[in-house]
């Protein structure tokens, strides 16, 4: 009886044993999810630092205006595409150190000689003489916080900062604001979106990451619907209300949807929470 009392207690250790490792090693685990349940203190993205093409272009003949706006368009809401993820790259970074080069500046330079490619044959389709933009391809990186240049308006500088309600949120980088300004060198039949600039109030560290990846992303949405006005002047379609219900409408609930997830970003970490329900509604320039 002794023996086997014994070999109960032994039994009745063991078990404690186990249980208070496996308790421990769920501490643990728990212990993890808490951190990386944390607010992230990310600091400002980098941008991608792509040469501005509209200010290398001569005189655009009348006959390809369209086309060249539409292929304009198409860059630039390439860049703004590439911000957003870079914008959230540094909010969740993943990858090796090639990361960026390999699946962002890679890809990118793709698209563009394809999109230059389109810009050469517009002229040359015409009897105008073909420019060469080949060396207009490779896009490099900005530090943190610089916007990147763009093609959006004829009336912005050769730096290629935005146009008329453009510049750059300080705060927490980027450029959030017009990708756009008065159509260029051939009199510009296409028309671009008029989106009033984000300005904030000091982001917190806490909340960077978020915040601009949210500008990343109402850049995107900008860009998209230039490119869509820029296929509108090319392909005219729908009837007199059809911009304002087919593109400046869902363009104002996406952007309702964006500075709706800032200030909740703000309010996550216990900062006052903006009120930047002013800023959702976009015109036309």
Not at 47 to 57: A, F, G, H, Q
Not at 183 to 198: E, F, H, I, K, L
């Given at each position: 009886?002794?023996?086997?009392?014994?070999?109960?207690?032994?039994?009745?250790?063991?078990?404690?044993?186990?249980?208070?490792?496996?308790?421990?090693?769920?501490?643990?685990?728990?212990?993890?999810?808490?951190?990386?349940?944390?607010?992230?203190?990310?600091?400002?993205?980098?941008?991608?630092?792509?040469?501005?093409?509209?200010?290398?272009?001569?005189?655009?003949?009348?006959?390809?205006?369209?086309?060249?706006?539409?292929?304009?368009?198409?860059?630039?809401?390439?860049?703004?595409?590439?911000?957003?993820?870079?914008?959230?790259?540094?909010?969740?970074?993943?990858?090796?150190?090639?990361?960026i080069d390999n699946a962002i500046l890679?890809?990118?330079?793709?698209?563009?000689?394809?999109?230059?490619?389109?810009?050469?044959?517009?002229?040359?389709?015409?009897?105008?003489?073909?420019?060469?933009?080949?060396?207009?391809?490779?896009?490099?990186?900005?530090?943190?916080?610089?916007?990147?240049?763009?093609?959006?308006?004829?009336?912005?500088?050769?730096?290629?900062?935005?146009?008329?309600?453009?510049?750059?949120?300080?705060?927490?980088?980027?450029?959030?604001?017009?990708?756009?300004?008065?159509?260029?060198?051939?009199?510009?039949?296409?028309?671009?979106?008029?989106?009033?600039?984000?300005?904030?109030?000091?982001?917190?560290?806490?909340?960077?990451?978020?915040?601009?990846?949210?500008?990343?992303?109402?850049?995107?949405?900008?860009?998209?619907?230039?490119?869509?006005?820029?296929?509108?002047?090319?392909?005219?379609?729908?009837?007199?209300?059809?911009?304002?219900?087919?593109?400046?409408?869902?363009?104002?609930?996406?952007?309702?949807?964006?500075?709706?997830?800032?200030?909740?970003?703000?309010?996550?970490?216990?900062?006052?929470?903006?009120?930047?329900?002013?800023?959702?509604?976009?015109?036309?320039?």
């Amino acid at each position: 009886m002794a023996r086997g009392t014994r070999k109960t207690a032994v039994l009745k250790l063991g078990g404690v044993g186990a249980l208070a490792a496996l308790l421990f090693a769920g501490g643990l685990q728990l212990a993890s999810a808490g951190e990386n349940n944390r607010p992230a203190t990310t600091a400002a993205a980098q941008t991608v630092n792509c040469p501005t093409v509209r200010d290398k272009l001569p005189a655009v003949p009348a006959a390809a205006s369209a086309q060249v706006e539409r292929e304009l368009a198409n860059l630039d809401q390439e860049i703004a595409r590439q911000n957003e993820r870079l914008a959230r790259q540094a909010v969740r970074p993943e990858g090796g150190p090639n990361f960026i080069d390999n699946a962002i500046l890679s890809p990118l330079r793709s698209k563009r000689v394809a999109v230059l490619d389109r810009i050469e044959i517009a002229f040359n389709r015409i009897g105008a003489q073909r420019p060469d933009l080949d060396s207009l391809a490779t896009c490099s990186l900005n530090a943190p916080g610089v916007p990147s240049a763009v093609n959006g308006g004829a009336g912005q500088n050769a730096g290629g900062q935005n146009g008329n309600a453009g510049g750059q949120n300080g705060n927490a980088g980027g450029q959030n604001g017009n990708n756009g300004g008065q159509n260029g060198n051939a009199g510009g039949q296409a028309r671009t979106v008029n989106c009033p600039r984000v300005a904030l109030p000091a982001v917190p560290a806490a909340a960077v990451g978020q915040v601009q990846a949210e500008l990343a992303t109402l850049d995107k949405q900008i860009a998209d619907a230039n490119a869509r006005l820029a296929q509108l002047a090319v392909r005219p379609e729908g009837g007199p209300a059809f911009i304002d219900n087919a593109i400046l409408g869902p363009l104002r609930s996406k952007r309702v949807a964006a500075l709706d997830r800032i200030e909740i970003a703000f309010n996550r970490v216990g900062a006052q929470r903006p009120n930047l329900d002013a800023l959702a509604t976009c015109g036309l320039n």
